[in-house]
């Protein structure tokens, strides 16, 4: 397997709708590994595939915490069928927007149906950081970023920010 590299905002494919995944053929079983390696590296909980340029409905997504034996996830075609009433806040992040990190409130349980690796159906509630890390890969795939929950004015401040990253990293 192998890590990619991580697109930074703003970058035109992290705004862009996901196509659904065909087949869960062996091209799409491998991106799902080269996505979990790279979200381990980074180190991240999730990771959807437009953000290492893949414009395909399938996101990779782990919140156990350390010391707990890992449990990586790949949802292929997620779509939420079920959220709750109850909502909860989460200071998110997000590895295209490095060390950027604001309160954002989603529902506080999910309950999702996807194609697992093998391609099996599959459907699984969510909850706790595990629900706002589904619903926020999720958004990916549909062109939003955690930031679009903002306020104009944070939203553009954390734009320039990356912007002037992108610069220093391309100098570097």
Known sequence: MSVKQILIHPDPLLKKQCAAVDTVSPEVQTLARDMLDTM??????????????VLSRIFVM?????????????????????????????NEGCLSLPEM?????????????????????????????????????L????????????SGLKRSMITKKMMKLKKERARA
């Open 62 to 90: 782990d919140c156990t915490a350390k010391e707990e034996e890992p449990e990586p996830l790949v949802l292929i075609n997620p779509q939420v069928v079920w959220t709750s009433e109850e909502t909860s806040v989460y």
């Open 101 to 137: 990190y604001e309160d954002v409130e989603r529902p506080a349980k999910a309950v999702m149906q996807f194609l697992d690796i093998d391609g099996a159906q599959q459907e699984r509630e969510f909850d706790g950081l595990w629900a706002t890390c589904a619903q926020h890969e």
């Open 40 to 53: 381990y590296d980074a180190p991240g909980v999730g990771l959807a595939a437009p953000q290492v340029g």
């Open 139 to 150: 958004d990916h795939l549909n062109g939003k970023l955690f930031i679009d929950y903002l």
